[in-house]
């Protein structure tokens, strides 16, 4: 199947000069949830794909998934030290080197939850606590760190901060939600503050996404009152679009294509696509459609072929069209969770009891070819993404980390 991703204006590429067999941040190197893995398995043994290897001691409080680039694998976690702890593996599961960035968020789901990005040789990732940190990715060596509580006025949201960062050049963006900015531009070498934008933005949950329409690059991201787009090079918010729910929780990176953006949360918000119009370098954005069904929590979505799929709160596992919002199929028939889309198929990972699903991504039906059960890693949900990278599976729950050979 081909994947659809840049028609009208274009989706940048965080990580351009990534290797296909790298995953260097979250939702790969185009944070669109699509990998460039081909010829896998369209079925799976009984008992599911070959494990390859296991990794224990990565932090049993943890969400985080992985990034793999340069031939390591990198992810967080909370050990009992109650840090939040950088580990990175080598191809076969071996630690490489572990490193702390701090305390950690310990008190609702506590646990790290962001993913590390790497980028230039480096690998930055902030902690639950907002501590942003800078590593050198081979030797795991801190370059430079910025508190956005001390620096920013920033304010722990709810649930902790759970935002893996972007990069765009020379600049990592982050949301603060703090007094003194709502989101903020850090010089990638020095962690220098590049700019801060206007202190009305609430942190929520949200891995962002850079997006170019129009000559215009902006970072477009959920907060707890709205989406919004800010310019990258200044931080001026462009675009406010009010939406909330019970919790301010907008957790799914958006997804952009034909010159407009997909946005959805959970707590019966439902989804849009709102379409941009620039003119004179001023952005505004207009509702084309709204779905109810597809209401994500935080499992993530994919864009294929023109067409969405992903969890719904309320409708279940959920394609629509994406552009006119016509759904074409719900599916309750697998639990809620996240997903992942490799060579033709869905990778879906139910949250409650860890079953491991392959759904053909068509917009015919919602059908489980194959399924197996991930062995639990400790008490947490099974919420960490999984990854598809290279013909391997990388799945995660709690304190260990799986790879299954899925070519």
């Known amino acids: ?18 290797p296909a067999a790298d995953w260097p941040q979250w939702q790969g190197p185009k944070r669109d949830n699509v990998s460039s893995s081909t010829g896998l398995l369209k079925q799976w043994p009984d008992g599911g794909p070959p494990l390859l290897w296991k990794r224990s001691g990565i932090g049993a409080k943890g969400y985080s998934t992985v990034a793999i680039a340069g031939g390591l694998i990198y992810t967080t976690g909370s050990p009992h030290s109650g840090k939040n702890v950088i580990t990175a593996l080598n191809m076969n599961g071996a630690v490489k080197w572990q490193r702390d960035n701090g305390p950690e968020f310990l008190k ?92 009305v933005l609430a942190a929520s949950y949200c891995p962002p ?30 675009w406010r679009f009010p939406s909330t729910n019970r919790w301010k929780v907008h957790a799914t990176t958006p997804v952009f294509s034909d010159g407009g953006v997909f946005l959805t949360s959970g707590y019966g918000t439902g989804s849009f696509r709102l379409d941009f119009t620039v003119k004179e370098g001023n952005v505004s954005v207009a509702q084309v459609w709204k779905d109810a069904n597809l209401d994500n929590h935080y499992g993530g979505v994919v864009l294929v072929d023109g067409f969405i799929y992903g969890y719904g709160d309320r409708g279940g596992w959920t394609c629509l069209d994406f552009k006119t919002g016509v759904v074409k199929w719900t599916s309750k028939a697998f639990g809620k969770g996240s997903a992942t889309y490799a060579d033709g198929m869905l990778y879906c990972y139910a949250e409650g009891d860890g079953a491991m699903a392959l759904v053909p991504a068509t917009p015919e039906k919602f059908e489980v070819v194959s399924r197996f059960k991930v062995p639990s890693g400790g008490r947490n949900p099974y919420r960490a993404h999984p990854v598809v990278c290279d013909g391997r599976l990388y799945v995660r729950h709690s304190d260990v980390l799986y790879c299954y050979d899925v070519k």
């Not at 199947?1 to 990534?18: D, N, P």
């Not at 430079?144 to 963006?173: M, Q, R």
């Not at 991201?221 to 462009?238: H, N, S």
């Open 108 to 199: 609702s789901h506590g646990g790290a939850r962001a993913t590390p990005t790497i980028d230039g040789g480096s690998l930055y990732v902030l902690s639950g606590m907002g501590r942003l940190g800078c590593f050198d990715a081979r030797t795991g060596e801190e370059k430079w760190a910025v508190n956005l509580v001390e620096s920013c006025g920033g304010k722990v949201p709810t649930w902790g901060y759970s935002e893996s960062v972007l990069i765009d050049g020379e600049k990592v963006f982050v949301t603060v939600g703090g007094t003194k900015a709502g989101m903020a531009a850090f010089n990638k070498k020095t962690g220098a503050a590049v700019w801060q934008s206007e202190p």
């Open 1 to 18: 199947m081909t994947v659809r991703t840049i028609l009208a204006g274009s989706l940048i590429l965080t990580s351009a000069c990534a």
């Open 209 to 238: 996404l850079l997006v170019e329409f129009g000559g215009v690059r902006q970072v477009v991201t959920g907060t707890g009152l709205a989406f919004v787009g800010v310019r990258a090079g200044d931080g001026k918010i462009l």
